[in-house]
Structure formats: structure tokens, C-alpha cells
């Protein structure tokens, strides 16, 4: 089916022909039309229903999520044990019972056993730029009753009963004029109930850490050049506008490294089958 533009440039083209014939009083010219009001009065009909037949772009807008301004922010990790301040040990997340496993170990937050944002003993086997926000949209198997209705990606997101559709989200945190980009792995601080601030407009709730909405693993605090306590503003992002940058390039859970690794394996198929068919000639 041909677009508007097409219809209108191929009438122009047309036009031009006929008027050309016309202007050289060509006898020969097959234009059905006698003078040149007639084709401007073809065209503007041409152009009056190429105009009836534009439609409105059929591409979704980018849906954006406003910023959540001057939040305290405090640094957790993988393996982090209990703690005066920290309640719940980190061994486990909220959505996997064996997360210190499944991420390949201790993520140890001392810049000592760190380098380019990754602890140096291992490679971790999930993305080690994490975050923690205090709502955990699933309770014993089952959604909560406000998830559907709070979230904004639920519809599209969902994929069964129980299945949390917030984990793995991607979240931009900005500090000054340095932005990084994490993935939403853990429920915290403290609370896992406060959908009002998460995806409305209700402040964090006090509590022990002066009031934190966000955590964050070494890796944000690394390339944020956070303090251990410190104030960042964030926002959720579909994973179409992150950036590249070095949280896309680990984690079995990245949905960069996924789409390579999907990538590499046709390529093999690809370069498999042609050496057959090489082969067979």
C-alpha cells in the first residue's frame, strides 16, 4: 500500500509530464488533459485526497517517568550480612531465594578487591549495577491486589501469576551531571509496600537510614562517586533509551547481554550453514 507522499510526489510527476507536452504543444501527448486549469484543477484533487487518506503515526510514543528528586540513597550488596542498620541479610533478594549464588558470590563493596566496577575475584553472572526500592509487587506466589492497577508496565509486562513484573526494570540515578543505569533486583530499604512513592508522588517514608528511598550496589556508587550515605535523583526507563555503558555488559539478567548472546548464536548458525552448503558444491 502506498503512503500519501507517494501518491502526491507520483501526481507531480505526472503533472510536470503532461505540462511539458502541453507547453511544447505536442501533438503526440497522450495527457487526457485538453488545458492547464484542467490539471490544476487534477491535481488539487489529487492532493484533497491524498490529504482524507494521511493517518497518524502508527509508532508509540516513548513513555517517560518522571524524576524522583533528592533521594537519600545508601549502598547495599550481594551477600551483605544483617546489620544495625540493615535488618535482612542480602544472601537472598526479595525475588530469588539464592541470589548470592546466582550472582557468583560476595559483590564485596571495598574498592580494594574492586576494578572497572566489578569485584576482581569473579565475573559476576548477573548485572553488578543493581538497585533496591521498597515495593515488592508479588506476596506468597500471587500479585498483589494494587499491582495491576499502580504499575504502570504491568499489562505489558506480565507473564503468569506471581511472576513479578518489577525485577529486572531498568532505572536511570543521576548524581550531579553523571547519570547511571541500574537494574531494579531487591525490595528495600526497610519497607516493600510503598507503592505511592515508587510510582506516585508520596515522598520516602522515615526510617533508620535518614529516611532512604534508594539503595544501590558498589557498582552505581562507584561510577556515581557516591558517599556511603548520600542524596541522587532516579527514574524508571524502558530499556530502549539506556545508554550504552558498562551496565550493559554483564549479567545472564541484562537484557543487552541476552540480545548479544541471541545475536552470536545466529551468526554461528549462519556461518554453520553456509560452510554446508560450501561443502556441498
Not at 13 to 34: C, H, M, N, W
Not at 48 to 77: D, G, S
Not at 90 to 112: C, E, H, I, M, V
Amino acid at each position: 500500500m502506498k503512503r500519501p507522499y507517494d501518491i502526491i510526489l507520483a501526481g507531480i510527476v505526472i503533472l510536470l509530464a503532461d505540462l511539458a507536452a502541453a507547453a511544447k504543444g505536442d501533438e503526440q501527448s497522450t495527457s487526457p488533459y485538453a488545458t492547464a486549469a484542467d490539471l490544476f484543477k487534477y491535481a488539487m484533487k489529487l492532493r484533497e485526497q491524498a490529504l482524507l487518506k494521511v493517518e497518524a503515526p502508527t509508532r508509540p510514543a516513548i513513555q517517560r517517568f518522571p524524576w524522583k528528586t533528592n533521594i537519600v540513597t545508601t549502598v547495599f550488596w550481594v551477600g551483605e550480612q544483617a546489620g544495625a542498620n540493615n535488618p535482612v541479610s542480602n544472601y537472598r533478594s526479595s525475588w530469588d531465594a539464592n541470589w548470592t549464588g546466582n550472582y557468583g558470590g560476595l559483590d564485596n563493596p571495598d574498592s580494594s578487591t574492586r576494578r572497572n566496577c566489578i569485584p576482581v575475584a569473579f565475573i559476576p553472572r548477573q548485572n553488578p549495577f543493581y538497585c533496591a526500592l521498597p515495593y515488592n509487587d508479588v506476596m506468597h506466589g500471587q500479585f498483589k491486589p494494587e499491582a495491576p492497577l499502580v504499575i504502570p508496565w504491568f499489562k505489558q509486562a506480565y507473564t503468569g501469576p506471581g511472576q513479578s513484573v518489577c525485577k529486572d526494570r531498568w532505572v536511570a540515578i543521576r548524581k550531579e551531571n553523571r547519570t547511571c543505569y541500574a537494574q531494579w533486583e531487591d525490595c528495600g530499604p526497610f519497607r516493600t509496600d510503598h507503592f505511592q512513592y515508587v510510582f506516585q508522588n508520596e515522598r520516602p517514608k522515615p526510617n533508620l537510614n535518614d529516611g532512604a528511598g534508594l539503595d544501590v550496589s558498589p557498582a552505581v556508587r562507584d561510577y556515581l562517586r557516591l558517599q556511603p550515605t548520600d542524596t541522587t535523583d532516579w527514574q524508571f526507563v524502558e530499556a530502549r533509551d539506556v545508554p550504552p555503558g558498562p551496565w550493559r555488559s554483564y549479567g545472564e539478567n541484562n537484557h543487552f547481554v541476552i540480545a548479544r548472546r541471541q545475536t552470536e548464536r545466529q551468526t554461528e548458525r549462519q556461518a554453520e550453514q553456509h560452510l554446508k552448503e560450501q561443502k556441498g558444491k
